[in-house]
């Protein structure tokens, strides 16, 4: 049998926008790509799992088996930071929470070797979610359902011998894209953590993998944003070595491989998560 390949030792790990619970998500692809790194540090910026659009009815075991891997690192020794999102705002009620290596909260900053990094979800500074809720929570359904066909389209293409499209991608840049310009998103993070005293920011939302400098007037700000595992499938990493750098799972050799099995499987049977996941009637694949 072959060996699994030895995962990357990373510093830190910067994942958001996943949408557990929803049809767009891509589970298995996440699952390969923290199978594949062993980091000290594990950001989880938001909209991890999907509560506006939860359903007890759609929960694959792809799913189910990212949340047994999270808390498999939490025994390993990784501390995990989960930062509240829209998407998955009742949490922001445990804000402040600590459960031994996890915590809850809003925001958090790593004081890093290269400057300290300021990290939050970001929708805070997005117009829709400021000023008419409902209409974001309306295109977030519409969204879906988007993905649905972009699905279909994609699957009769493939039968015809024709090349994918990118239907919900180029929709969501437009719209998002939009929504940037209007709420200036990008400057306004920039400007807000100059003013801090920080180096470097570090958002999601708005599904844009980046790393670009920004000038203000309090002095340039790197900003940084991990993108998303709906479309663009990408983290952000750091090391002491090469600081923080875009991760894409499409350019990884790594992951054009067949999967091998994992003889150091993270998923372990989790006896209390098992229970609340039964008291809540959620399958657990």
Same mark, same amino acid.
């Given at each position: 049998?072959?060996?699994?390949?030895?995962?990357?030792?990373?510093?830190?790990?910067?994942?958001?926008?996943?949408?557990?619970?929803?049809?767009?998500?891509?589970?298995?692809?996440?699952?390969?790509?923290?199978?594949?790194?062993?980091?000290?540090?594990?950001?989880?910026?938001?909209?991890?799992?999907?509560?506006?659009?939860?359903?007890?009815?759609?929960?694959?075991?792809?799913? %189910? &088996?990212?949340? #047994?891997? /999270?808390?498999? $690192?939490? !025994?390993? *020794?990784?501390?995990?930071?989960? @930062?509240?999102?829209?998407?998955?705002?009742?949490?922001?009620?445990?804000?402040?929470?600590?459960?031994?290596?996890?915590?809850?909260?809003?925001?958090?900053?790593?004081?890093?070797?290269?400057?300290?990094?300021?990290?939050?979800?970001?929708?805070?500074?997005?117009?829709? %979610? &400021?000023?008419? #809720?409902? /209409?974001?929570? $309306?295109? !977030?359904? *519409?969204?879906?359902?988007?993905? @649905?066909?972009?699905?279909?389209?994609?699957?009769?293409?493939?039968?015809?011998?024709?090349?994918?499209?990118?239907?919900?991608?180029?929709?969501?840049?437009?719209?998002?894209?939009?929504?940037?310009?209007?709420?200036?998103?990008?400057?306004?993070?920039?400007?807000?953590?100059?003013?801090?005293?920080?180096?470097?920011?570090?958002?999601?939302?708005?599904?844009?993998?980046?790393?670009?400098?920004?000038?203000?007037?309090?002095?340039?700000?790197?900003?940084?944003?991990?993108?998303?595992?709906?479309?663009?499938?990408?983290?952000?990493?750091?090391?002491?070595?090469?600081?923080?750098?875009?991760?894409?799972?499409?350019?990884?050799?790594?992951?054009?491989?067949?999967?091998?099995?994992?003889?150091?499987?993270?998923?372990?049977?989790?006896?209390?998560?098992?229970?609340?996941?039964?008291?809540?009637?959620?399958?657990?694949?």
């Amino acid at each position: 049998m072959s060996k699994a390949t030895p995962r990357r030792r990373l510093d830190v790990v910067v994942i958001s926008d996943v949408h557990l619970g929803t049809y767009g998500c891509h589970a298995t692809e996440l699952l390969r790509y923290l199978r594949s790194v062993r980091p000290k540090v594990l950001v989880l910026n938001g909209d991890i799992v999907d509560i506006w659009q939860f359903s007890k009815n759609y929960w694959p075991p792809a799913h %189910m &088996r990212v949340v #047994r891997h /999270l808390t498999g $690192l939490l !025994a390993k *020794g990784t501390r995990i930071h989960y @930062l509240t999102g829209n998407h998955d705002e009742l949490l922001r009620r445990f804000a402040g929470t600590r459960l031994g290596a996890l915590s809850i909260a809003n925001k958090v900053v790593l004081d890093l070797p290269h400057g300290k990094t300021w990290l939050f979800h970001g929708d805070v500074f997005d117009v829709t %979610m &400021r000023h008419a #809720r409902w /209409l974001a929570r $309306l295109g !977030a359904h *519409g969204y879906d359902t988007l993905i @649905l066909l972009n699905r279909l389209v994609n699957f009769l293409l493939a039968k015809v011998g024709r090349p994918r499209v990118a239907l919900s991608k180029a929709v969501k840049n437009r719209v998002k894209g939009a929504v940037s310009l209007m709420g200036d998103f990008e400057q306004t993070a920039a400007t807000i953590a100059a003013d801090a005293g920080y180096r470097y920011v570090a958002c999601g939302h708005i599904h844009q993998p980046t790393i670009k400098p920004i000038p203000t007037e309090g002095g340039e700000v790197v900003y940084l944003n991990s993108g998303d595992w709906v479309e663009n499938l990408t983290a952000l990493e750091y090391t002491t070595d090469t600081g923080w750098q875009l991760y894409h799972y499409a350019t990884d050799p790594l992951m054009q491989l067949p999967a091998l099995p994992d003889p150091d499987d993270l998923d372990t049977d989790d006896t209390r998560l098992t229970s609340l996941l039964a008291e809540f009637n959620i399958p657990q694949g």
